[in-house]
DNA sequence: GTCTATACAGTGATAGAC
DNA sequence: GTCTATCACTGTATAGAC
């Protein structure tokens, strides 16, 4: 490795490589704490490079958010079609079988959807950089992005899922308590914390019974664990 | 104004200025984005001064955090001992009077705790270091921190309010996505984004129906509307 | 497609005066 | 209790070579 002149690819690749590095850098440090030279590093290239890629910090921020919600936009919609093609056994369930309220209240499709949901956000530089964007409603450019794109998200599930407006709203709070529970990294807390332990084991329960029901016998320790990852 | 000497005041009255302030930048900038000097300005003061009052800037955003999570748990405190002091209907009602499963299920302590907590996010600053330190779980220090006032928080609704934990994890979400909501600054699309309007009416219908049930008479408006601010 | 060099503006923290 | 001066870095963005 002669490491410093990097290896020629074509653009789309790096501007993804620059995208995917980008988006654990902003995760972590924020927009403003951020740096184009940290990311740089982190894709393997040189900062000035960065900057004539994307043309600056800020359209480079856009890039990322962008990218992040249309994974969602595009996980969620891949779900919904799934599900379709299945035979949609009715509209979304308004009530849940065990005859919890709270915890369900979303059918079949609202636990699919969760799950796709958890899958996509182990990313912890998605999830973070999504929830730093949710932060920046004050930002002229980044704030109405941020808003525009969690509206789609509201409209798809509300106009796809058969969610009622009450539904779409309650789905959208067990996908924000995720993020700060993720955030916080409360797994780190499992076993060690009798509160977390129970939140987790309480949370992870909910979302993950479609995948993880048979995994009550394998021990609940296992469920939360599955969200800890790099 | 000579401006350049601050007057001479008390230290614990300058450093609740500074908190303040450093809440503000904090919040807009996030930690690693905010700066010193920043902070100094918006209190008014010199950026060396902020540095020495409170030994570093990790030191002053643990205190913003610490400043944060105390007015937060005293509100809910206040609350419940308030409606205790009422005494308190049973204990929180499980079940939803008009049957809606999800928006509800918290019962009347529910709501006033709700309502308290949407007037204290009203402080823009407040809500956004709170959401900056949600996102820092990899931070040995503020993380940690940031994990003991979430758990300090479940705790005290499961064990103060009565609530189960699917109940407090709920509220939790619920809470969540207010934070979301006002971080994203989506009442600024009140009236002028259909799903915005939905989504807020919903959210702020429910969480307000206590002070604001008659002020549906008045125009669903001027609920969303109290949740914007300065 | 990718780099080095560099201009110019901050940035946290310390020293020490008043 | 509060400031000015200042150091040693770090940050974005541009110019231009290969």
């Given at each position: 490795?002669?490491?410093?002149?990097?290896?020629?690819?074509?653009?789309?690749e790096?501007?993804?490589?620059?995208?995917?590095?980008?988006?654990?850098?902003?995760?972590?440090r924020?927009y403003?704490?951020?740096?184009?030279?940290?990311?740089?590093k982190?894709?393997?290239?040189?900062?000035?490079?960065?900057?004539r890629m994307?043309g600056?910090k800020?359209?480079?921020?856009v890039?990322?958010?962008?990218?992040?919600?249309?994974?969602?936009?595009?996980?969620?919609?891949?779900?919904?079609?799934?599900?379709?093609?299945?035979g949609?056994p009715?509209?979304?369930?308004?009530?849940?079988?065990?005859?919890?309220?709270?915890?369900?209240g979303?059918?079949?499709?609202?636990?699919?959807?969760?799950?796709?949901?958890?899958?996509?956000?182990?990313?912890?530089?998605?999830?973070?950089?999504?929830?730093?964007?949710?932060?920046?409603?004050?930002?002229?450019?980044i704030?109405a992005?941020?808003?525009?794109?969690?509206?789609?998200?509201?409209r798809?599930?509300?106009?796809?899922?058969?969610?009622?407006?009450?539904?779409?709203?309650?789905?959208?709070a067990?996908?924000?308590?995720?993020?700060?529970?993720?955030?916080l990294?409360?797994?780190?807390?499992?076993?060690?914390?009798?509160?977390?332990t129970?939140?987790?084991?309480?949370?992870?329960?909910?979302?993950?019974?479609?995948?993880?029901g048979?995994a009550?016998?394998?021990?609940?320790?296992?469920?939360p664990?599955?969200?800890?990852?790099?």
């Amino acid at each position: 490795m002669t490491d410093k002149i990097s290896e020629r690819i074509p653009s789309a690749e790096r501007r993804e490589q620059i995208l995917e590095a980008a988006s654990r850098v902003f995760g972590e440090r924020g927009y403003f704490g951020a740096t184009t030279d940290q990311i740089a590093k982190a894709a393997g290239i040189s900062q000035p490079y960065v900057v004539r890629m994307f043309g600056g910090k800020e359209n480079l921020f856009v890039g990322v958010l962008s990218r992040s919600l249309e994974r969602l936009l595009v996980a969620f919609t891949r779900t919904l079609e799934d599900w379709k093609a299945e035979g949609s056994p009715a509209a979304a369930a308004a009530v849940v079988s065990d005859g919890t309220p709270v915890a369900g209240g979303h059918g079949e499709i609202g636990r699919r959807l969760g799950l796709a949901y958890v899958n996509l956000i182990e990313d912890r530089g998605l999830l973070l950089s999504l929830m730093q964007a949710f932060s920046m409603g004050q930002d002229p450019t980044i704030g109405a992005k941020a808003r525009d794109g969690f509206l789609a998200i509201y409209r798809l599930l509300r106009d796809e899922a058969g969610f009622t407006p009450e539904q779409t709203r309650s789905f959208l709070a067990e996908g924000m308590l995720l993020n700060t529970l993720l955030g916080l990294r409360l797994p780190d807390e499992y076993g060690r914390d009798e509160a977390a332990t129970e939140l987790l084991e309480c949370t992870f329960r909910t979302k993950l019974e479609l995948v993880l029901g048979v995994a009550a016998e394998n021990g609940a320790a296992s469920a939360p664990a599955k969200a800890q990852g790099a």
